[in-house]
């Protein structure tokens, strides 16, 4: 299987694995326990707080391990909520993850206003609008660092700026940037991030919060992550977690060159008919090429290079099944066809250059196929 779908999911890697077999066979105690099984259970833990503190650049201190990226998004928004007592306003934009647009929604039907901000046609949002968008009433702006469909990077540094002058805090979902650009939470006063996007395991994630910051807790029962989030921690999820972070550190350089595959595969595929680039050329994830074949349905091309063993997606992994189109694509301006029918296609550290070679030779290979029945008058 060449595996082009890295954005959705990452492989566990074998470094992860090992450091947590041990908290899955032996040391399998809980970190709240008394005896050594549980103290052993707590410095894994905390150790692990702190390799994702480093990261990111921030204190250990602030670190709550939750469930995933969703839980993590969902905490941000509905914990500063909840903490500031009564309805308010909260600035976004159009092309966020539905993790962050469904709890928005939620927060509107309590009586909430919510600002979704406009975005260029390569997705990327004005600083200045954000800063016209801030209000007296304004709670939290949340964006994304970088858009997990189409890859558009936000200029993070200079909204962090822009909420610090005002006094708005600032929530940065992280999850697909961290390990293919540097991340520093200095711009942020909370950051989500997620394991299984950076060779980590699935069900483990982060959220970062400046010390000081007011957060109601959204699960209650225990006095678990200095009572921000109840409930035994996945210690085992937690130390995978830490060393995919610390790895993640050390792969950034190499993680860059996936740039120049991306652009390989563009070359492969830019001449095609109907062919268009969704991802922006400049301010881009180094791993992410997003595209749409006119009249060629999304759903048939995956399924076509999944036989040839294949792995893409369309569009986003967490609407999978969905009829609609892409809302990130309708917000650049996509009519709805192609916003319907986009390829994402997310390289890995370990994509090779004949892979890439063979992907733009099947997709070349389906789309021409196709191509001629067409124009044969057969429309299978």
């Not at 903490?83 to 600035?91: D, L, N, T």
């Not at 260029?120 to 970088?146: F, N, Q």
């Not at 301006?333 to 916003?339: P, S």
Request: glycine share 10%.
């Amino acid at each position: 299987m060449i595996y082009l779908d890295h954005n959705a999911t990452t492989p566990v890697l074998a470094e992860v694995v090992r450091a947590m077999l041990p908290f899955l066979e032996r040391d399998f105690g809980n970190p709240s326990s008394a005896h050594r099984l549980g103290s052993n259970a707590r410095c894994a833990v905390e150790e692990a707080r702190e390799q994702v503190a480093r990261l990111i650049g921030g204190e250990a201190a602030g670190v709550i391990f939750t469930s995933g990226g969703t839980e993590s998004n969902n905490l941000a928004i509905e914990g500063v909520a909840r903490a500031s007592g009564r309805p308010g306003h909260v600035v976004t934009t159009q092309i966020e993850h539905s993790s962050v647009l469904a709890p928005l929604a939620r927060l509107e039907r309590e009586g909430w206003e919510v600002t979704r901000l406009p975005v260029d046609e390569e997705g990327r949002v004005a600083p200045e609008a954000i800063a016209a968008a801030i209000s007296p009433a304004t709670r939290l702006v949340t964006i994304g660092w970088a858009n997990n469909e189409i890859g558009t990077i936000q200029p993070i540094d200079r909204i962090g700026a822009i909420c610090r002058a005002r006094g708005v805090p600032l929530h940065v979902d992280a999850i697909q940037a961290a390990g293919k650009v540097k991340i520093d939470c200095a711009a942020a006063d909370l950051l989500s991030l997620s394991a299984h996007k950076i060779g980590g395991p699935k069900g483990i994630g982060a959220l970062w919060v400046r010390p000081g910051l007011r957060l109601e807790p959204l699960l209650l029962g225990g006095s678990q992550e200095r009572g921000r989030r109840a409930g035994t921690e996945n210690v085992a999820g937690a130390v995978g977690f830490g060393v995919a972070c610390a790895l993640a550190s050390r792969r950034l350089q190499a993680v860059a060159r996936l740039a120049e595959l991306r652009e390989r595969l563009w070359e492969a595929l830019r001449d095609l008919p109907g062919v268009r680039r969704n991802s922006p050329l400049r301010g881009c994830l180094c791993n992410t090429l997003n595209v749409s074949f006119c009249g060629f349905s999304a759903d048939a091309l995956v399924a076509a290079l999944d036989l040839r063993g294949i792995a893409v997606s369309s569009g986003s992994a967490c609407a999978a099944g969905a009829s609609e189109p892409s809302h990130v694509l309708r917000a650049l301006g996509r009519e709805e066809a192609l916003a319907r029918d986009a390829i994402r296609f997310s390289l890995g550290p370990e994509t090779t250059a004949a892979e890439i070679d063979e992907v733009g030779a099947a997709v070349r290979s389906i789309v021409c196929a196709r191509g001629e029945r067409l124009a044969g008058g057969t429309h299978a």
